[in-house]
């Protein structure tokens, strides 16, 4: 038995949406099977007005035990530091959200708006919006580099934009089944098992990738995005190619170039003219090589790797 | 005492682009004046100043993650039009195909998550189907409830093979999209929605086959069908139509009475060189303007559309200005004056015709009106019902539920029409210029205009269902279609108003409500309610 409790800040309910997606468990089964006991959710609540208010009064001061506080969505401090952009229940959302954080066990930040600002927090992040511990890449966030929550760790950051279910639904489990010690964090915060390996890890498009056999333009039935089409693939950590989305693909393995969502300076480059879909080279190189590989190195192996190149891997493969 | 005025703050309604605030004034019991707010601004407009023409693309399916492939889709027909791209037929279609799964998506999830659990509100516990909405719509625990969260993640697994992933994928780009599918993505497709219609669609929404269900075209076919059979009774559509009537349902909630769509489902053999001006005549579900009090329709066109902002919170004067010629300034502070500003929405409305309400409602009764070209879809169910029974909150959820069947029938009809030979995609030439693209979300008509100079964006501008459904009142002091939708509506617990959450929801603003009561003219709060 844990008792939660969702909020959204500056959201788009994304997350509650791909969290509505769940399977094994579905958000059904984590009440019903695993003694998720949730106080309240913008989406799956009853509870309504002075109700909602009391249970967040008693949250704050400890009269109802709050093991697990989500936030989705970012913290929004505009205009002026006061937060008034987004209200929440007759206040500023981010007083709600300081007094919670200090009273749960475990903080879990879902999504990228809540884990680093996200879209809101694109230049000129007109809303002043920061994530829970980070801004972008800066430690910090809204509530400190210091933030530790009741159970001595820092915010649980389950990025992406959105998140996908499972990513959020394991973590809960372990959490009310008494493994959450057992949750090892990156220097992000983010749970290694899940955002150590790459989004590439189990692209369909791998094989594409290691003989540089390039998608040049969208709808092809072969080649890799990474090349031409500016996919993230290689520098970007989750387990998109390893846990699928809807239970069914991955963006990359749909012809989608990854835009490296779970990385905390997503969306790249602030989207500027040039940068979206394309891949950014310097003398026809990546100016961004995936994650450890040298340029020189990355030269060699292109030429390695084209003169290895057999036949087929110019022909279509995704076919009919 | 009986005239005493008592005002409910009621903090937030819905979610949609963010909180939904509404203050209602209760007289004798029945809500008197309404005014709506929405309490979040993110600036999706202001981030996109200057970007990338494709970055609408990335941020504007975050807008909303209820409704992104809604936005996708207005993004990519909006740089169509801009770019003047070629649009193959095969990626009109498997554009189309995600806007539908994800309405279809949005039916149960809707329905059961947001709407009925209402239905268990201890203010009805003596209604006559108490128990049985209990039993069936009570979250988590509910039989209904859990059949039907679960199965609305269904349909968006189609849109997971052709996108990616849903919610927030951008495989729509101009010139077509992203994927190229294979013949086991079309079959997975299919048992995909086979699924849904075998285990939830005709069994549980329906109680009947859908083909039995088509045959109803008017009110009276459709009382005989609810007569039918215990399973027509019994199916959630026939509770929700028994439970309503029960508990008044059809009593209130009616609304301006003016509606509005887009239109949507581009054919495609019909909008594969999209212009802004041809996009109304290539729509499969005709778009329009319905005036009920005049029992008139008329044609509708992007350049009709006004927005104000005299109850906004932004800096942007008092003059309705079409969307190419907005600003975007929000103002610094965000203080609440319902003399002055009071929301982040601004009044969107018809330059002649005024404010208009968007959502399914309207799409149906557009369908069945004599408008448009003769191919395109029509329907006379909804609009027989409108004339027979009026409008009401019913009335405006019937219509939703009564679309499912049809959004099936035209995920059918992409699947069908799919040659998988031919492209999905044209790369488009890249170049400046003004674009438009619009569609129906669920909840109702999105348009997105942007505008491209000098290869980056100078102005995006979106106008979602929401916008037409939650603006505040206008210069004129007309309210907006919410704000006069819960005018008239009956509460009869103040400590506990549903009635106004079933007005809220009906126009799917989706959350929840908080509320407190507040004494109208001094403005402090009266009394705390259900504090146990």
Partial sequence: MANMLWLQGGACSGNTMSFLNAEEPSACDLVTDFGINVLWQPSLGMDMGENVQKLLRDCVSGAIPLDIFVFEGTVVNAP?????????AGRPMKDWVKELTAAAQFVVALGDCATWGGIPATAPNPSDSKGLQFLKKQH?????????????????????????????????????????????????????????????????????????????????????????????????????????????????????????????????????PGSVFKTQTMMGVPKELPEGVDKSAYIKLTAAAKSASPAWAEKDIFVI | MATAVQTLDISPVGRVEGDLDVRVDIRDGVVVEAYTQAELFRGFEVILRDKDPQAGLVVTPRACGICGASHLTCAAWALDTAWQAEVPRNAILARNIGQLVESLQSMPRHHYGLFMIDMVNENYRHGKFYDEAVRRYAPFTGANYEIGVTVSGKPVEIYALFGGQWPHSSYMVPGGVMCAPTLSDVTRSWSILEYFRTNWLEPVWLGCSMERYEQIKSYDDFMTWLNERPEHANSDLGMYYRISEDIGLMKFGAGLGK????????????????????????????????????????????????????????DEGNN????????????????????????????????????????????????????????????????????????????RHFARMHEAVKVYRQIEHCLREFRLNEPFYIKPRERDGQGWGATEAMRGALAHWIEVKGGKISNYQIIAPTTWNVGPHDAQGGRGPIEEALVGTPIANPADPVEVGHVARSFDSCLVCTVHAHDAKSGKELARFRTA
């Fill in chain 1, 140 to 272: 910090g966030g809204f509530l400190g580099a210091n933030f530790k929550s009741k159970a001595g760790l820092p915010v649980i950051n389950i990025p992406g934009c959105p998140a996908h279910p499972d990513w959020v639904t394991q973590v809960l489990v372990a959490v009310a089944t008494g493994r959450a010690g057992e949750l090892e964090l990156d220097d992000l915060q983010r749970p290694k098992t899940f955002f150590k390996s790459f989004t590439q890890t189990g692209c369909t498009r791998n094989m594409h990738f290691a003989y540089k056999v390039s998608a040049t333009e969208f709808g092809q039935r072969k080649g890799c995005l990474f090349y031409d089409l500016g996919c993230r693939g290689p520098m970007t950590h989750s387990p998109c190619n390893r846990i699928l989305w809807n239970r069914q693909s991955s963006k990359t393995r749909a012809g989608m170039p990854c835009l490296g969502c779970t990385e905390p300076e997503f969306p790249f480059f602030d989207l500027a």
């Fill in chain 2, 259 to 314: 509606y509005v769509s887009w239109g949507y489902i581009p054919h495609e053999d019909r909008y594969q060189h999209p212009t802004i001006d041809t996009r109304q005549q290539s729509v499969v579900m005709k778009g329009g303007v319905y005036d009920a009090k005049a029992d008139k329709f008329h044609p509708m066109n992007q350049s009709f559309t006004r927005e104000s902002t005299t109850h906004g919170w932004y």
């Fill in chain 1, 80 to 88: 002026n530091g006061t937060g008034t952009w987004n209200r929440f």
């Fill in chain 2, 320 to 395: 309705p200005v079409h969307p190419f010629n907005r600003t975007t300034k929000p103002m610094q502070s965000n203080d609440r004056d319902f003399n002055g500003a009071y929301t982040w929405c601004t009044e969107v409305a018809h330059e002649q015709l005024g404010r208009l309400e968007a959502g399914p409602l309207s799409r149906q009764l557009i369908a069945g009106g004599d408008l448009g070209e003769p191919w395109q879809h029509s329907d006379p169910f909804i609009l027989d019902v409108y004339k027979k029974m009026g409008p009401s909150l019913w009335l």
